[in-house]
């Protein structure tokens, strides 16, 4: 099994920045994505950012020029650096990673941290 565990979420004015951090750990897995996702209230949850284990980013739309996402692969812990947030980015925001352990491929989740930008 991979847990995954969340950090950095919080209040924060329009314009604000915020700084999520997640770790994975376990034993005998290899992870190949890792990314964040979020969940406004009555909304479906959807891509805010992934990386690869080569580095490569991949952004939503709405979020592009304004977050960033990076890794740290020895670490097993992705980043996701959020500037100028608007009061839409409000959500709960979960990470994920896309793993193998052995010949099973894992898509772990974590247990989301509340993001809300407001005044």
């Known amino acids: 099994q991979v847990q995954l565990v969340e950090s950095g979420g919080g209040l924060v004015q329009p314009g604000g920045s915020l700084r999520l951090s997640c770790a994975a750990s376990?034993?005998?897995?290899?992870?190949?994505?890792m990314g964040w996702y979020r969940q406004a209230p009555g909304q479906q949850r959807e891509l805010v950012a992934t990386i690869t284990s080569g580095g490569s980013p991949n952004y939503a739309d709405s979020v592009k020029g304004r977050f960033t996402i990076s890794r740290d692969s020895l670490k097993n812990t992705v980043y996701l650096q959020m500037n100028s947030l608007k009061p839409e980015d409000t959500a709960v925001y979960y990470c994920?990673?896309?793993?193998?352990?052995?010949?099973?491929?894992?898509?772990?989740w974590g247990q989301g941290t509340q993001v809300t930008v407001s005044t």
């Open positions: 994920n990673a896309k793993a193998t352990l052995g010949p099973a491929r894992l898509d772990c």
């Open positions: 376990g034993s005998s897995f290899s992870v190949y994505v």
